[in-house]
Antibody, heavy 114, light 107 residues
Framework: EVHLLESGGGLVQPGGSLRLSCAAS????????MSWVRQAPGKGLEWVSA????????YYADSVRGRFTLSRDNSRNRVYLQMSSLRAEDTALYYC???????WGQGTLVTVSS | EIVLTQSPATLSLSPGERATLSCRAS??????LAWFQQKPGQAPRHLIY???TRATGIPARFSGSGSGTDFTLTISNVEPEDFAVYYC?????????FGQGTRLEIK
């Protein structure tokens, strides 16, 4: 059974940093690109970032480019989203999802507030 | 960035009726359009990819059609468990984008 377990969320002040982690199991991690999708409270889905299987290529939404960095460790079946210069509008539930798009984690909540 | 516009914002139907949800792209996405269903407190559920292919385990009452810029998700006979929010997503160009959602509510 596929499991994607996000962690690292929490309360952070504007301008601060957080690193989200996603631990993957139940599938061949190196067969899939990985993405993060977020959802602000009461709002719709927003794709945030993706990384290719090798990790050589990353892609970002305009709203986070230059502030977020996505990486992966294929030896540990994990992806990491380093978030810096956080803003109030980054407050959301952050989901990890593989490129099959059928398997999602439960999400980790990031709250940016003073 | 490709903008996806979904309509209507809210669709009110009774169980057993046919639901037709629209998604329009600001430029061609070829066939690379997907649909998701989301219920309160749950992660999105992958319904359709490549415009018309049902994801694993999705009932046949869900069907997708379209190409280029205009796409449709049809639920042929709405069941009580189908009342939810539906999102389209394009996978043609980076950055990937989602539509703003259509809420299917009970009439």
């Amino acid at each position: 059974e596929v499991h994607l377990l996000e962690s690292g969320g929490g309360l952070v002040q504007p301008g601060g940093s957080l690193r989200l982690s996603c631990a993957a199991s139940g599938f061949t991690f190196t067969d899939y690109a990985m993405s993060w999708v977020r959802q602000a409270p009461g709002k719709g889905l927003e794709w945030v970032s993706a990384i290719t299987i090798s990790g050589d290529n990353t892609y970002y939404a305009d709203s986070v480019r230059g502030r977020f960095t996505l990486s992966r460790d294929n030896s540990r079946n994990r992806v990491y989203l380093q978030m810096s210069s956080l803003r109030a509008e980054d407050t959301a539930l952050y989901y990890c999802v593989n490129s099959g798009w059928s398997d999602w984690g439960q999400g980790t909540l990031v709250t940016v507030s003073s | 960035e490709i903008v996806l516009t979904q309509s209507p914002a809210t669709l009110s139907l009774s169980p057993g009726e046919r639901a037709t949800l629209s998604c329009r792209a600001s430029q061609s996405v070829n066939k690379f359009l997907a649909w998701f269903q989301q219920k309160p407190g749950q992660a999105p559920r992958h319904l359709i990819y490549d415009a018309s292919t049902r994801a694993t385990g999705i009932p046949a009452r869900f069907s997708g059609s379209g190409s280029g810029t205009d796409f449709t998700l049809t639920i042929s006979n709405v069941e009580p468990e189908d009342f939810a929010v539906y999102y389209c997503q394009q996978r043609s160009n980076w950055p990937l984008t989602f539509g703003q959602g259509t809420r299917l509510e009970i009439k």
